[in-house]
């Protein structure tokens, strides 16, 4: 495959993500949320894996697509509807970035290679899989977890610390690392919490 199927996957990506009418603020002007989700995950892989190829770096951007058209709303709010929902948004994620590659030009096996860890597949057994993990896990902690906290004031302590491990026992050790040894903005206020619960 040549920089042109990469390069037209990433503008497919893209222009998917565009679509996205739930807007976000973020450096001074409003993205469709998405694509911002994209930018980030695509920024934060440039400084935990720099050297990953151009399957991952697809992956990776594509890990959210179109996530707008599986709203959490259209299912049970109990935990049997949370685990339906993201099993089948797993499922449309991969399946719709694989309509993406072979638009743009690339074959079975890298479609499916690109889809085993978009759908979050083999976690802890596929590489891909726990690549992904480790970087949207990363992005979550620097961007999302301050107004996920905020977002849910009924919450106490130990709930939140529940959270906290789960996200981090889904993590590699180098992970575990980059978050702590400064190369990702921690939350301020969460500081205290956040090294609480990977100590204990």
Request: net charge negative; charged share 30%; glycine share 2%.
């Amino acid at each position: 495959m040549t920089q042109n199927n990469y390069e037209l996957a990433v503008e497919l990506i893209d222009a998917a993500n565009n679509e996205d009418t739930n807007l976000e603020s973020s450096d001074g002007r409003e993205w469709p949320k998405e694509m911002l989700y994209a930018h980030r995950m695509s920024d934060m892989q440039q400084r935990y894996a720099p050297d990953c190829d151009d399957a991952m770096k697809l992956a990776l951007r594509a890990q959210h697509i179109q996530r707008w058209k599986y709203p959490r709303s259209e299912y049970p709010m109990d935990r049997k509807g949370y685990h339906l929902w993201r099993t089948n948004l797993y499922t449309f994620h991969a399946d719709t970035v694989a309509v993406l590659l072979a638009e743009a030009g690339y074959g079975d096996e890298f479609i499916d290679r690109v889809k085993l860890a978009v759908s979050k597949k083999s976690l802890k057994k596929n590489p891909d899989t726990q690549l992904l993990e480790d970087v949207s896990a990363l992005v979550f902690i620097e961007h999302y977890m301050l107004a996920f906290v905020e977002k849910h004031p009924e919450y106490d302590e130990e709930k939140w610390l529940s959270i906290i491990k789960r996200t981090w026992n889904k993590m590699t050790d180098r992970a575990h690392d980059f978050a702590l040894s400064g190369s990702i903005k921690l939350p301020e206020s969460l500081v205290p919490l956040i090294q609480k619960a990977v100590s204990s």
